[in-house]
């Protein structure tokens, strides 16, 4: 059965809103070709980067019951509730486990958005993405 390991909610929820609260919400989200790093997509046209921590699967599979926590020192924990929240607190209350380590702020409406097939995170020249939005070039 799946199970939350870490979240992240105020990252998309502290976004200016104009018109609607919590309009913002995501749209996509791109695992790396090595594993470590998450790239999403959200309605405020933003693509984040997300680094995740070396130790994040490593802690939550050692957790038989109860929390773990990061070299940071966030918890990471293991939620029966079904909404995924720890502890049963509401979305706003739970702190993001990690921070998104970059934001590219796209122009308009993101249409698609890719890795480069052979990156890897201990290759820095490899590390590139593409992404195109409405109304503007292919990015890299």
């Not at 599979?61 to 924990?77: H, M, R, V, Y």
Request: charged residues 20%; glycine residues 4%.
């Amino acid at each position: 059965q799946p199970q939350t390991i870490c979240t992240v909610h105020r990252e998309y929820s502290d976004v200016p809103q104009t018109e609607c609260p919590n309009s913002n919400f995501l749209k996509g989200v791109k695992w790396s070709p090595d594993g470590a790093c998450l790239l999403t997509a959200s309605d405020d046209n933003c693509l984040r980067l997300y680094d995740l921590p070396q130790d994040l699967f490593t802690a939550h599979s050692a957790a038989a019951a109860g929390t773990e926590t990061l070299d940071n020192g966030t918890p990471c924990q293991e939620s029966s509730d079904p909404t995924g929240s720890p502890n049963n607190l509401t979305e706003p209350d739970v702190p993001d486990s990690f921070p998104a380590a970059l934001r590219f702020q796209e122009g308009e409406t993101i249409y698609d958005y890719a890795w480069y097939s052979r990156m890897s995170t201990t290759d820095a020249v490899s590390c590139c993405l593409a992404s195109t939005s409405r109304g503007h070039p292919v990015h890299l």
